[in-house]
């Protein structure tokens, strides 16, 4: 595709929903990224994928947050039972090599969530 | 743990006023030192990265140099179009994980 491709471009979910984001990445992408972006702040890793493997979950703030990527290609990240501290804008990035450590990242732009 | 400050965080430039914004990092051994753009609503777009002590890259106005423990981003004679959030990150050791500063805000007024 063009870009990386994120739905829904804004959510607005009561407290205690459950949220699904979707992320489809750049084709032939291997490694996917999601990021949190709280208002004036810089992007906070939450995971990683490598294809369909999640190699590191280690930024995810709790176990309400689960994130997917079944076939190697789009990724869903699940916020359970949402409360209003995961208001935030969440990132999607995508890159092509799986074994540089210098890939630069090609970033979607964003799911803006309010939880109220 | 990998620690990006970046300063100033806010900064109001003149149409062709020159300045420099300022990235400081702790890694345990640096892989990578990335530059970003932001414009609002949008998502991060890749500008430079720099692997080590010395190195510059430039694209039109900005350019990019790198120390052992900074890395500036001189911008030349702005333009209104560049005003953005301008957001450093490192890259170290064997992650995959990128860890982003703050960003300064820049603001060109014409």
């Known amino acids: 595709g063009a870009g990386v491709s994120q739905s829904p471009r804004y959510k607005v979910a009561k407290r205690g929903q459950d949220v699904a984001l979707r992320c489809d990445p750049i084709?032939?992408?291997?490694?996917l990224f999601w990021y949190q972006q709280a208002l004036g702040q810089g992007p906070e890793f939450l995971t990683y994928?490598?294809?369909?493997?999640?190699?590191?979950k280690s930024g995810l703030p709790s176990d309400r947050f689960f994130a997917e990527r079944p076939e190697g290609s789009v990724s869903t990240l699940k916020i359970q039972r949402t409360q209003q501290e995961d208001s935030a804008v969440y990132l999607c990035a995508s890159s092509l090599v799986r074994d540089s450590l210098n890939e630069k990242l090609f970033f979607g732009s964003g799911t803006q969530l309010s939880v109220l | 743990e990998d620690q990006v400050t970046q300063s100033p965080e806010a900064l109001r430039l003149q149409e062709g006023e020159s300045s420099s914004l300022n990235c400081s990092y702790t890694v345990s051994g640096l892989r990578g030192l990335f530059w970003y753009r932001q414009d609002p609503g949008k998502g991060p777009e890749f500008l430079f990265t720099?692997?080590?002590a010395g190195e510059e890259k430039e694209k039109e106005r900005l350019k990019a140099t790198l120390t052992k423990k900074e890395s500036f981003l001189h911008i030349t004679a702005p333009k209104p179009e560049d005003s953005a959030t301008y957001l450093c990150?490192?890259?170290?050791?064997?992650?995959?994980?990128?860890?982003f500063g703050i960003g300064t805000k820049l603001q060109v007024i014409p």
């Open positions: 994928f490598q294809n369909e493997a999640q190699l590191d």
């Open positions: 990150a490192v890259r170290s050791g064997g992650y995959q994980k990128v860890t």
């Open positions: 084709s032939g992408h291997v490694s």
């Open positions: 720099l692997y080590s």
